[in-house]
């Protein structure tokens, strides 16, 4: 299942040393981290091990305090220049994440906008497409999550598995080079899951670079080109999901998938 | 209350006996006698006359004082929103100076007392006698002189709008961050610049905690604007105090005034419900299919 291999090798972000904290505690401590174009990288770990923060960092959400993190060829956040760092005005911020999609653990669906209004938004307000094309365009991206029927509804008159499925076709409107999900089945019941899981895989068989903060552990053996442990704002352990989930080298990793799996190794994925 | 039989365990249907709630006819009786009484004692006072009331009720200056009233009351709550809203988003600028300014505001014109607020924009010309607009170091410019500016009209609009500011700034400010900071970061995400992010996303969600204290705000500056009788504003207290200034009937002309007040704040009471139900209750269907945020907020089409 390795889908990835062999797709051209650009990088896509090159994390090294990356360190952040805030109100003086330290989140991460040092994170070296790369993905190349075309691969899923999925990312594990205990809650607090820094994983979320980590892939808000990877978008400008949350600022990166130390070391170097490259995403899509830029410095994340500033710029050097004349020998000094000049962090980046909010508009340079905003053009920089145009190219990345990021999905969230709780949706974060525009409350006040359809499912079609929602993916029409991003084309509408920040690429200044026309509503007739950005309309046209939105409703195949819910075409191919499956979610055509339900472009009128609000977010409210929607499942977790259906508004996840809306923020995914969303994040793809905008055209993006990377997608960032942050736990994005934590929040759902058990029987909603895998319709979400199944438009992820779609995505990654379609050749998009993925990074995926999760602990459903199948779907990252499964679908994932490399696989990392994080734990205390390190990334304790990576390589490819096979080999690293069948002999981790850590004892911090062995605990963890020991609990995780207890209740998640039988799990069908199909 | 049941009063069909209800069927026993066999199937016959066996009557409900009334029950009757002493306890409630004895609280309403009392109730009533209190609230009654005074009332009787006011309606059937023989130095009242009913006569005069009706007289009054429809006469030309108290009909010019109701229109007044409405042209102030609207004008200073128009007044009070746009400044509000601008007062609002300085203060959760990240700017220091312009959030400094903005606490700064709500503090001084929440902590003045607006009949002092009136009375200073009335008496402005003992400060400033002329104002002045000219583009600097020229002599290019307009003059005006104060008192002919600061009419009771304008003093009163200007008062109670500045003041109205202050308040609502702060009905805004909890409205936009009432907005759950996902829905930033989710915009943040798609690409929008904070100002967009603002206009597009947060606002539009905001305003169905904003509009239905509006309501509130506009039926409570109908009664306040009474206030501006102190300036001589030509609204409805100000002519019915100078009708029973001359003819001594105080009692009646107060009942002829609070009969205006009180038909006024039913309408606007009745307006503020259909704004409520439009706004209050389903939260989130508010901006689209030509709701008022829809015209409001100019839609973004490149």
Redesign the interface.
Known sequence: MSAGEGRGAAPVVVASDVRMGYNGVQVLNGVDFTVTSGEVSCVIGPSGSGKSTFLRCVNGLEPVLGGSLRVLGEEVGHRLRDGRYHPWTPKEFAAFRRNIGMVFQRFNLFAHQSALENVACGPVHVLGMSQDRARTLAMEHLDRVGLADHAHKRPHQLSGGQQQRVAIARALAMNPALMLFDEPTSALDPELVDEVLEVMKSLAADGMTMIVVTHEIAFAREVGDRLAFFADGLVVEEGRPHELLAAPAHERTRAFLSSVLGGQEGRPTQ | MRNEPIADGTGTPVPVARTWHWGRWLAAAVALAVAGWPAYLVVVNPRLDWGKVAEYLFNERILSGVWVTIEISVLATALGLVLGVLVAVMRLAHNPVLSGLATFYIWFFRGTPVLVQLIFWYNLAFLFPELVLKIPFTAIGLKWDTNQVMTGFTSAMLGLGLNLAAYFAETVRAGIQAV?R??T??????????A?RMR??VL??ALRIIIPPTGNEFISMLKTTSLVYVVAGHDLMTNASQIYKANNRIMELLIVASVWYMLMTAVATFLQGRLERRFGSD??????GGGVAARVLPK???
């Open positions: 759950d996902g829905q970061e989710a915009a943040y995400s798609l690409g929008m610049t904070p967009k597009v996303i539009p969600q939260a989130v269907r508010l901006v689209r973004v089409t490149a």
